[in-house]
């Protein structure tokens, strides 16, 4: 096919086998398990070592096939494409950026809250023992705040990198990412956007700044709740790149064929998964703002008209399949409403091709103290919601039992 097509498109063909002649190849990639490869004499492991199929620490053909798609589909038209790895987690994915971008005169790392817990936990914690330092911005809900600002108030010569999301965890506050990359530009820092909740379907980081791109592919894009996985993308222009190949062999935290294999085939469909559920979050997010039970729905664009333009300019196919609701009655209505679902399930993770829900103060955000989940918003009574392909009539109506059944008890 000539000319670009939608990423939609591209995906759903990820991988496949082109047609031969003869009898033909395998229309999916076979699952490559070999850790090693044997070679007939010294040139020729000479020449392997240069490349990435001798030895799985170094790639090898599932793991480079999911790369090659998550290449496509960060590459922003009309750009180089980025340099990719695929890691054993969406944790793995932020270690190694941190190993690349980090210097003896930039060891200060800033986070912008919230954010997945896990992101301050591992900078603060092993990455600190080891002379990382960070500051964390909070960012408030809601539109009228300059977070370009608020982000340059944090910076100085000392700063690595500033670390956002999107669309924020557990909150669901869109970030004003462009301001936020321009603001790190400014002092010589590189903007790291963990876009797990904002899959390239709906939201291109690089055309917005970002210099690294992190994905957790254990949630939307392989989508089926049977794989740990991660990816990180580096600008064209950047140079870390050029490390990054060396840095992702030496910490050795690559991702197995089998999980490559099962990201791949979950990819294929995230196009469509994503539209569905960014859908249904919409009409969800509107059908339980109505609610009694709920203090406070939190999704993209509903905390007044500067928040909603912001939605809209960033992520104008849908701002995703996330929301969260805080619910009258705290930490004991929580616990009624999620044994009130009957086919949604409570797990702590997000991205499956069904509703799941989570509950932020003891899964994601159990590190923080009840002070510092408080100061951020993240209430007893928040239950997270992440939103699935089923149909729309069929959620409403679970939550609406669901929401009773919290009220009765
Ligand atoms: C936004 C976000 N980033 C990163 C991660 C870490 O991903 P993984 O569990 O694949 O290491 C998570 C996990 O929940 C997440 O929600």
Redesign the pocket.
């Known amino acids: 096919m000539s000319g670009p097509v939608d990423p939609s498109t591209s995906t759903a063909r990820a991988g496949l086998g082109v047609g031969d002649t003869g009898d033909g190849v395998d229309l999916v990639a076979p699952l490559t398990l070999a850790s090693v490869r044997a070679y007939a004499d010294l040139p020729s492991v000479d020449e392997a070592m240069e490349g990435r199929n001798s030895y799985r620490r170094y790639g090898g053909g599932n793991p480079q096939r999911l790369e090659e798609a998550m290449i496509e589909l960060e590459t922003v038209p009309g750009r180089a494409a980025p340099v990719a790895r695929v890691t054993s987690?969406?944790?793995?994915a932020?270690l190694l950026a941190t190993t690349l971008l980090v210097t003896p005169s930039r060891s200060r790392m800033v986070v912008l809250r919230p954010?997945?817990g896990?992101?301050e936990s591992l900078l603060a914690g092993p990455l600190g023992n080891l002379g990382v330092k960070v500051t964390t911005v909070d960012v408030p809900a809601g539109g009228g705040v300059d977070h370009g600002a608020i982000v340059a108030a944090a910076l100085g010569p000392d700063v690595a990198a500033v670390v956002t999301?999107v669309i924020t965890?557990p909150l669901i506050g869109v970030v004003d990412m462009p301001a936020v990359a321009a603001a790190a530009h400014q002092s010589g820092a590189a903007c790291i956007v963990?876009s797990?909740?904002t899959p390239p379907f709906l939201f291109q980081p690089f055309a917005h700044g970002a210099d690294l791109v992190?994905h957790?592919?254990?949630?939307y894009l392989s989508g089926h709740s049977d794989v740990?996985?991660?990816v990180l993308l580096i600008d064209a222009a950047n140079p870390a790149g050029d490390w990054l190949d060396a840095h992702s062999r030496l910490l050795g935290c690559t991702l197995s064929p089998f999980d490559s294999w099962l990201a791949l085939r979950g990819l294929r469909t995230a196009g469509l998964r994503m539209e569905r559920g960014s859908q249904n979050a919409a009409a969800l997010a509107s059908f339980l703002a109505e609610r009694p039970e709920i203090a406070a729905v939190h999704y993209p664009g509903m905390r007044g008209p500067q928040d909603a333009a912001l939605a809209q300019r960033l992520l104008p196919r849908g701002t995703g399949a996330m929301l969260s609701i805080d619910l009258r009655g705290g930490g004991g209505a929580a616990d009624a409403f999620i044994r009130g679902l009957n086919g949604i399930r409570l797990a702590p993770?997000?991205g499956d091709v069904a509703t799941t829900v989570s509950y932020p103060a003891s899964t994601?955000h159990r590190a923080l103290s009840p002070q510092q989940r408080a100061a951020l918003g993240i209430t007893d009574g928040l239950v997270r919601i992440s939103v699935g392909i089923e149909h729309i009539d069929d959620l409403k109506a679970e939550f609406d039992a669901a929401l009773v059944a919290a009220s009765a008890g």
């Open positions: 987690s969406g944790q793995a932020l954010c997945y896990g992101t999301e965890n963990d797990t909740f992190i957790s592919l254990t949630k740990i996985g991660g993770s997000l994601s």
